[in-house]
DNA sequence: CAGTTCGTTCAGCATCTACTGAACGCCGAC
DNA sequence: GTCGGCGTTCAGTAGATGCTGAACGAACTG
């Protein structure tokens, strides 16, 4: 039931292309993109599948991460047995979030370097510490005061568009 | 010449890893790890897949998309026929600036939802103009004015290590 | 000229992973 | 009880891609 119209798929497949490139499972994109714009915001698997065109199998292990990554949550719906899901809101800030904590390895691998690299070779650490500083940077740019100005954004533009409509 | 110790290596591994979870290839991480500590900062084709341990033909291949994403550069060396490569200063910049440009079909997406999904929808509009505050809010943080914040914290980083070492 | 030393290219391989189909277990309806 | 609908799991597949080896071309050496 309420399968997208050509016009909708294309969106869907737009919002796969540009989570693949985030570095996701194009199924998360696609399955994100018609939560966003689905006629009905909550959907159980079965009616995902049948509206992606995909197996259930498929989208039974994808929503699993997108609802571990905190972008989709499972509702309930009284008399119903089956799991109906819909977006998270402030999904986005976990993205950020997220992108953020896959910066560790990067540091660690900086600290482990300017361990074994001597102070016999000044040009080397220099590299070092730069890519150190990278870090320290990003750190603080993409930082819990980045997410928290993010989310403000976000709801000075809720709040704004509520007034138009009003 | 010039072969890593284990250690080196597994630096060099890190550094490859680190890439990796960037979405580039894992060679690319490897080759840049390796210009960063290794003794001589210049090296050749040859030479980087001695040490590397790796094929001619693939350190060929990766290191043209260092060059392209400017993170290295190809330098003369007077006398010699082969191709030296080392580390450009400002790479992390051009990380940066790529990773914002990746943005692109997100945006594109988003506005294209708008346009098929009619007012009669207000619930599926908020949602779409939420990913748009998104990128907008993305898009400031990460544009120039971020990339000029970061090379200024580059720069005294450079002068603070320059500073105490004379 | 032949021989050597480079880097490049291309076909092939190995690996990974997103996705499917089928079997299964669960649970409510009847 | 049996049946039907639902989500889960697992083996298998198809597609992509990082990497290699070998053949090649270009440029210098003798």
Redesign the pocket.
């Known amino acids: 039931m309420a399968e997208p119209t050509r016009s909708e798929r294309e969106f869907v497949e737009r919002i796969g292309m540009f989570f693949e490139t985030l570095g996701t499972?194009?199924?998360?994109g696609?399955i994100y993109g018609w939560l966003m714009i689905a006629p009905q915001p909550r959907q159980?698997?079965?009616e995902l599948a049948a509206a992606l065109?995909?197996?259930?199998?498929?989208i039974?292990?994808?929503?699993?991460q997108l609802e571990l990554g905190q972008l989709v949550e499972r509702v309930p719906v009284p008399g119903s047995?089956?799991?109906h899901y819909q977006l998270r809101s402030g999904g986005w800030a976990h993205i950020l979030r997220a992108r953020v904590a896959r910066l560790r390895p990067g540091i660690e691998a900086a600290q482990f370097g300017l361990t074994i690299v001597g102070d016999d070779r000044p040009g080397q650490r220099e590299r070092l510490y730069e890519l150190m500083d990278f870090f320290d940077f990003v750190g603080v740019e993409y930082g819990e005061e980045h997410v928290r100005r993010w989310e403000e954004y976000a709801k000075q533009g809720r709040d704004r568009r509520a007034g138009e409509r009003s």
Do not use: L
């Not at 065109?53 to 498929?58: L, P, Y």
């Open positions: 499972a194009r199924m998360m696609r159980s698997i079965t065109g995909a197996s259930k199998a498929s039974s292990t994808v929503i699993r047995r089956q799991h």
